[in-house]
C-alpha cells in the first residue's frame, strides 16, 4: 500500500492460527486523485488466515475480499469481490460493475485478484501518482510482492 | 496500535481499537452503531446496500 498512500495498514490482533483476521485501510475511504484531476476513492477489506505449512512454517491465506473503486463523489464504479460461503452471494470470485450495462447487480467472473493488481490498475491506468518513497520503484515493489501471491495461492480459476 | 512493521505502515489493532474503529465505520456508512450493526448480521436484516459486505468483512477486527 506504501506504493500509493502514507495511511496506514490495520490488521486485526489477537487472534490464533486458524482464524480469520481482516485488513483494512487507516482512511476508509482512500482519497486518491489521477494526475488528469480526477478524484477517485478506494474501499478495502480483506479476510485471510495463517496456515500452517510444513515445512516452511506458515503462509497466507486468503479467505475474501472486497477492493472498491469510487469516483471522487463516492459512488461506485468498480468492485472485486470474493466472499464465498458462509457469506451470501456466489462462491467465486467477481466484479461488479456500476457505471455501465449488465449493472451492479451483475456478477462478472474473474480470477482471484490481488490488492497488488488493483493498485498497479489505479497507478499505471488511471495515472494515480506513486509515493515520494516509491515513485522509481513501485512496479518492483508490487511486482515482487504479488509474486508471493502468485507461487501460495491454491486456486486459480 | 502495535506497529507490525518497521516503518509502521502496518498496525495491529486490539479488539478494543478495532471496536472503536469499526464503529465509527458502521455509523458513518449506514447510521447504525457496531452493536446494532453486529445485532443486525446476527439476525440477518442489515439493509440490502454495497456498504454492508465491506463492513461485514471487517467485522474481524471487533471479535
Redesign the interface.
Same mark, same amino acid.
Do not use: C
Given at each position: 500500500?506504501?506504493c500509493i498512500t502514507c495511511a496506514?495498514?490495520?490488521? $486485526? *490482533? *489477537?487472534?490464533k492460527p486458524g482464524?480469520?483476521? $481482516?485488513l *483494512?485501510l487507516?482512511e476508509?475511504p482512500l482519497l486518491l486523485r489521477a494526475a488528469n484531476g480526477d478524484r477517485l476513492q478506494l474501499?478495502l $477489506? &480483506?479476510?485471510f488466515r495463517l496456515v500452517e505449512d510444513q515445512p516452511s512454517g506458515w503462509r497466507v491465506s486468503t479467505v475474501?475480499?472486497?477492493y472498491?473503486l469510487n469516483d471522487g463523489g463516492g459512488k461506485?464504479i468498480l468492485?472485486w &469481490?470474493w466472499?464465498p460461503a458462509p457469506?451470501k *452471494?456466489p462462491d467465486h470470485p467477481h466484479l461488479h460493475v456500476a457505471a455501465a450495462k449488465p449493472g451492479?447487480h451483475a456478477h462478472l467472473p474473474t480470477g482471484r485478484v490481488s490488492i497488488e493488481s488493483v493498485l498497479r490498475l489505479l497507478l499505471t491506468d488511471l495515472g494515480v501518482p506513486p509515493t515520494h518513497d516509491h515513485e522509481s520503484d513501485y512496479v518492483d515493489v508490487l511486482d515482487a510482492s504479488e509474486r508471493d501471491f502468485i507461487e501460495y495461492r491454491s486456486w486459480h480459476s | 496500535m502495535?506497529p @507490525?512493521t518497521a516503518?509502521?505502515?502496518? @498496525?495491529? /489493532?486490539? #479488539?478494543e481499537e478495532?471496536r472503536e =474503529?469499526l464503529g465509527q #465505520?458502521t455509523q458513518r456508512m449506514l447510521g447504525m452503531s457496531l452493536e446494532e450493526f453486529e445485532a443486525a448480521y446476527e439476525a440477518d436484516t442489515l439493509p440490502d446496500r454495497?456498504e454492508v459486505?465491506? /463492513?461485514? =468483512? /471487517? /467485522?474481524?477486527?471487533a471479535?
Open positions: 500500500m506504501s496506514q495498514l490495520y490488521v $486485526a *490482533g *489477537g487472534k482464524e480469520t483476521l $481482516a *483494512g487507516s476508509d474501499l $477489506a &480483506h479476510q475474501a475480499y472486497d472498491r461506485e468492485s &469481490h466472499h457469506m *452471494g451492479r | 502495535s @507490525v516503518d509502521g505502515g502496518v @498496525v495491529e /489493532l486490539t #479488539r478495532g =474503529m #465505520r454495497s459486505l465491506h /463492513l461485514i =468483512m /471487517l /467485522l474481524p477486527f471479535r
